[in-house]
C-alpha cells in the first residue's frame, strides 16, 4: 500500500517559514554585535610626523640672545556692571566705507563706547528716584516750618515742650530722609551710566564676546582690550644671567618678521624662578614708539657686553617648538614632543624648554632635550602627551 504524504507538504513549508523568520532577528543581532564591539574596540590613528635626531653644535656667537613674545602694556577686560539685552555696539567704517561692529584688531579711543545694554527700566529707576527726593525735599521743607512756627510758640509759652520736641524730631528726620532719597538718587544714576560700556584707556580690541540681542549678565566679559601705549618684551633667562641683570639695562629687540632692530630696555626682573624650568621670567619695555610689532611675535632680545659660554649647545628647528599654556603675566612657556618607543610603538612626550639664541631657523635650547633623543619636528602643534605618532620620512 502506497502511503501518501502530500497533505504533509504545506506543514514543512510553514515550519521553513517559522525557521526563517527565527533566524532573522539572531543574524541582525549577530550584525548590531559585531558592530557594536567595532565601535568599543576603535583606536584612534597614530598622527604622522617627522623627527630627527637632537645633536649639539658649536656656539660661534659671542653675545647672549634669548627668544622672547611681544605683549602689551596691559591686557583689560571689560564687563558689564548691570544685567541687561545688547541693544547697541561700536560701528566703525572699513576701507570700502562700509559700516560693520566694533571687531578685534581695530583701535578705540579712551571714553568710546563700545556696547550698550537696554537703558529704559534704569531710566525708569531713576525717575523713580528723583520723584522719591522731590518729595522728601517737600516733606522736609513742611517739617522745618512746622519746626520754626514750634520755636516761635514755645517761646511764646502757647505750646509744652513736647510739642516743640516732636516738631524738632520731625525736621530732624524729614532730612535724613532727603539724605537717603538723594543717595538712591545717585545709585539710580550709576546705574544707569553703566549701561553703557566705555573703554578706559586707548586701546587695542583683542576679542568681542558680545552680540545685539544677547542677554548680558553682570560680571559677564563683553571685550578683551591691550593698551599697547607701551610694547614689552617677555622673555626668560637663566640664573647666572638673572644675577648680572638690572632695572634700566638696555637691550636689543631684533624682529626678523618685520625686519626691525629697536632698543629696549629692562623693566621687571621676577624675583623667583618658575617651579617647572627654573629660569627667571624678564619684561623690557621696547623705547620706541613707532615699533611695529605685533602681539604675540617672536622676537629674540640680545644682551650687549655678555659673553657666551663656547661650549656646544642644542639647537631645534623653529618648528618643533610650540607654546604653551602660560599663566597671566609670566613669559610664554615653551614646549617639544620627543619619540620614545613603548610597547614597541612610537609614543610622543612632552618636554618644558627653554629657549635661547635664535640662530637663521633654528632656535638654542638651554634645557629641556637631550643628544640622541628623537625630537619631532614636523607636526608638534597637532600632538598631546602621551599620542600615539608615525614616523613619516
Do not use: W
Not at 12 to 22: D, F, Y
Amino acid at each position: 500500500m502506497t502511503t501518501r504524504t502530500q497533505p504533509n507538504a504545506p506543514q514543512s513549508s510553514r515550519n521553513g517559514e517559522v525557521a526563517r523568520h527565527t533566524y532573522l532577528p539572531l543574524a541582525a543581532a549577530a550584525v548590531l554585535g559585531v558592530a557594536c564591539h567595532k565601535a568599543e574596540s576603535y583606536v584612534r590613528p597614530p598622527v604622522p610626523v617627522r623627527a630627527s635626531t637632537v645633536r649639539q653644535s658649536p656656539q660661534t656667537d659671542q653675545e647672549l640672545r634669548f627668544s622672547g613674545t611681544v605683549a602689551p602694556e596691559a591686557e583689560i577686560e571689560l564687563s558689564f556692571k548691570v544685567g541687561g539685552y545688547a541693544t547697541s555696539l561700536l560701528t566703525l567704517r572699513d576701507g570700502q566705507g562700509r559700516t560693520r561692529f566694533v571687531q578685534a584688531g581695530d583701535q578705540v579711543r579712551r571714553g568710546t563706547v563700545l556696547a550698550t545694554v537696554r537703558q529704559e527700566d534704569y531710566r525708569q529707576s531713576a525717575a523713580e528716584a528723583r520723584g522719591a527726593v522731590d518729595a522728601a525735599r517737600a516733606a522736609a521743607l513742611k517739617a522745618r516750618l512746622d519746626y520754626d512756627r514750634a520755636v516761635s510758640l514755645l517761646a511764646s509759652k502757647v505750646i509744652p515742650p513736647a510739642d516743640y520736641d516732636a516738631a524738632k524730631a520731625r525736621a530732624d528726620g524729614a532730612i535724613a530722609a532727603v539724605d537717603t532719597a538723594e543717595a538712591r538718587l545717585a545709585s539710580a544714576r550709576i546705574a544707569l551710566a553703566d549701561t553703557s560700556l566705555r573703554t578706559p584707556v586707548d586701546a587695542l580690541v583683542l576679542a568681542r564676546s558680545v552680540e545685539i540681542g544677547n542677554l548680558i549678565s553682570p560680571n559677564t566679559v563683553a571685550f578683551r582690550l591691550a593698551d599697547v601705549s607701551r610694547i614689552k618684551v617677555r622673555f626668560a633667562v637663566a640664573d647666572e644671567v638673572a644675577s648680572r641683570l638690572q632695572i634700566g639695562s638696555p637691550v636689543t629687540v631684533t624682529a626678523d618678521a618685520v625686519e626691525a632692530k629697536l632698543p629696549a630696555v629692562i623693566s621687571k626682573l621676577h624675583p623667583q624662578s618658575s617651579s617647572d624650568a627654573r629660569t627667571f621670567d624678564v619684561e623690557a619695555t621696547v623705547l620706541s614708539k613707532d615699533a611695529s610689532l605685533l602681539l604675540g611675535m617672536v622676537v629674540s632680545v640680545a644682551l650687549p657686553g655678555a659673553s657666551a659660554s663656547r661650549a656646544p649647545v642644542i639647537t631645534a628647528p623653529l618648528s618643533a617648538v610650540v607654546a604653551a599654556q602660560r599663566p597671566e603675566g609670566h613669559a610664554q612657556a615653551l614646549v617639544a614632543f620627543v619619540v620614545e618607543q613603548e610597547r614597541g610603538l612610537p609614543i610622543a612626550r612632552e618636554r618644558r624648554v627653554v629657549a635661547g639664541q635664535l640662530v637663521g631657523n633654528e632656535v638654542a635650547i638651554e634645557s629641556g632635550l637631550f643628544p640622541g633623543e628623537l625630537l619631532v619636528v614636523q607636526g608638534a602643534t597637532l600632538l598631546n602627551d602621551g599620542q600615539r605618532v608615525q614616523l613619516v620620512p
